[in-house]
């Protein structure tokens, strides 16, 4: 897109960034909008962060999505932070305000929450079985207390590290948090409403996950947040076996709808279309 001297202008932020996805989500809704600006992928290394992004407010963009490895670091250097942010630790939206001052988001949980919500409504009396213990299942743990999950059980290959998210949560969810090892899915699968993969296991260049779902009942819903590759081996047996399969691109589109609201001003929509933009994206 050609940009006038008026064209908003914002980036993603990460090292590496060639695989991210936020410029071509940003860029199908800045044409489905047409709104004059960019969304740019900027490469930047663990100690040029603070400085970039000084530099970046001071050029005049709105703003940056910030992924791997910066969430904490722009957490740290924010002005103000909104409750998902505390609650994460980190960010991956920081809004550069006009008189100065730099707030930081966490749409993470946001668009998690919504990608769950589009398909399965809320989870009010569920029993939620999550994978994982770090970034992500904390605030995929915030998500599914936002919607009403009676209970998560927390598994992860060391289990110690379940227990530390488990006890750093507690106080601020009304869910009941129990914890355990990977090994004990098969004791949980058969209570579980939902099962949740927040592990990076099963992403493009890691090992899946070998998980037998034959102990889950057929009504149950299993969501990967894993988007690459979209269809992950986790998500194939969830489909093979008839369950509800969700997977990744749902929440990166959902956490990309306050991240353009603020750099652009207009609240974009998830569509098919922009589903499908995204799908034929990742497959090339
Ligand atoms: P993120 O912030 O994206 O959640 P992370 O903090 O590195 O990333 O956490 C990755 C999670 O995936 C951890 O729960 C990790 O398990 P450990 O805490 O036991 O290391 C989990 N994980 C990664 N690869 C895995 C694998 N092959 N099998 C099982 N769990 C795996």
Redesign the pocket.
């Known amino acids: 897109m050609t940009l006038t001297g008026a064209g908003k202008i914002a980036g993603v932020i990460g090292w590496p960034i060639v695989h991210s996805v936020s410029p071509t989500l940003h860029g199908y809704w800045l044409n489905e909008e047409n709104v004059n600006g960019a969304l740019v992928p900027l490469a930047v290394a663990r100690e040029n962060f603070a400085r970039v992004i000084r530099a970046l407010q001071l050029a005049g963009f709105r703003g940056v999505n910030v992924t791997l490895p910066h969430k904490e670091a722009a957490f740290a250097l924010a002005d103000q932070s909104d409750e998902a942010a505390k609650a994460a630790g980190a960010a991956n939206l920081l809004i550069f305000h006009a008189e100065g001052h730099i707030e930081a988001r966490n749409t993470d949980m946001v668009g998690l929450r919504e990608s769950i919500r589009e398909k399965l409504g809320d989870l009010k009396g569920s029993t939620v079985v999550l994978l ?6 904390r605030g995929a743990i915030l998500a599914l207390n936002e919607l009403g999950a009676a209970r998560v059980h927390i598994l ?3 289990p110690d ?1 379940a227990a530390i998210l488990a006890k750093a949560l507690k106080p601020m969810v009304a869910s009941q948090l129990d914890v355990g090892d ?1 090994a004990d899915w098969p004791k949980v699968a058969g209570a579980a409403d939902l099962l949740v993969n ?4 099963g992403m493009k260049g ?2 899946a ?1 070998a998980l037998d779902l034959a102990g889950l009942k057929p009504s149950a819903a299993v969501l990967d947040i894993v988007y690459n590759p979209l269809e992950t081996v986790l998500l194939k047996d969830a489909k093979a076996r008839g369950h509800v399969a969700i997977d990744g691109l749902g929440m990166l589109m959902h956490q990309g709808v306050p991240s353009f609201e603020a750099f652009f001003g207009v609240r974009p929509k998830v569509t098919d279309g922009l589903r499908k933009h995204l799908e034929q994206s990742l497959d090339g």
């Open positions: 994982g213990a770090g970034g992500a299942a992860n290959r060391h590290k990977l927040t592990t990076s296991a890691h090992s996950l």
